[in-house]
């Protein structure tokens, strides 16, 4: 690798490799050590192609979670099954992973600033903005810088857009699966909100039990199905759709026990 060789993003892959390496040796004791990362699915990571993969998931915390999936995905490619031990496996990252990200969310600090440099394709949302509803057009830049990462490599995208449970699933999502055609994974975590504060940086607790399953492939016609397929099928793949409120309501109970909590300390 040339020293000064860039990603179509314009970023030094040599200063990436950098960052990633140190950064994933600072957190790996926070999935391994601190708290355990119970890991399901890692060899169809390695059976997946280098490039226009787009990986689906549920959201608990703005960073924790895809530090995670960098983890598991180098962990996977260098031969670990289902398990993130020895954390040299970060040495030689794969390079071509990005995340979206919200373009507000990637400005508040230097941490995050520096973080998006590891690879994110920073978004402006179309129905939030500084805590606000707001209505507005995609920005086609976005969806060009996707197409972009997706031709490069592989991207993680958390399609509800926000870190609430059961939130609605963004079209921008399907549009993008039925536009680009990516090979579409997703991902099921849990356990994340209760490691960590909601930036994911902090950690809260320790002692927490993380999930992280991997899923095969959802089976997309991309042709022919239309959005509101698609977006269901992403909703019962991560475990979003509504009916998982029958099955699953610990999340939202949980969340709302720490929104009551909050509400104490403020009074």
């Known amino acids: 690798m040339g020293l000064f060789k860039r990603n ?16 994933g040796m600072l957190t790996h004791r926070r999935y391994r050590g601190f708290n355990e990362l119970q890991i399901d699915g890692s060899e169809i990571i390695r059976a997946l192609p280098d ?17 995670a999936m960098f983890h598991v995905f180098n962990a996977a490619l260098k031969g670990r099954e289902d398990n993130i031990k020895d954390v040299m496996y970060i040495w030689r990252p794969k390079l071509n992973i990005y995340y979206v990200a919200a373009k ?7 941490l995050p600033r520096i973080l998006s440099y ?13 805590g606000k509803e707001v209505q507005r057009e995609v920005n086609p830049n976005d969806t060009e810088n996707i197409r972009m990462a997706l031709e490069d490599g592989w991207v993680i995208t958390f399609p509800q857009g926000t870190t609430k ?12 699966i039925k536009q680009h055609k990516p090979i579409v994974v997703p ?22 039990l993380q999930s992280f399953i991997i899923k095969e492939p959802l089976q ?15 909703e019962y793949a991560i475990e979003q759709h509504p009916s998982f409120l029958k099955v699953i ?12 909590q909050q509400r104490k300390w403020q009074y």
């Open 165 to 176: 449970p059961f939130k609605p699933i963004r079209k921008g999502t399907a549009h993008i």
């Open 51 to 67: 490039r226009n993969v787009l990986f689906i998931s549920n959201h608990q915390t703005y960073f924790a979670d895809v530090v």
């Open 249 to 260: 309501p610990a999340e939202v109970m949980e969340q709302q026990e720490e929104l009551n």
């Open 118 to 130: 590891a690879g994110a394709i920073t978004v402006e949302r179309t129905w939030r903005a500084k």
């Open 187 to 208: 991902i099921v975590i849990d356990g994340f909100r209760r490691s960590f504060d909601k930036k994911g940086l902090r950690m809260k607790k320790k002692g927490i």
């Open 220 to 234: 997309i016609d991309y042709d022919n199905e239309s959005v509101e397929s698609i977006i269901e099928k992403i």
């Open 8 to 23: 179509p993003f314009g970023h030094i892959l040599f200063l990436k490799k950098w960052l990633i390496r140190v950064f």
């Open 104 to 110: 507000e969310t990637m400005k508040e600090g230097l």
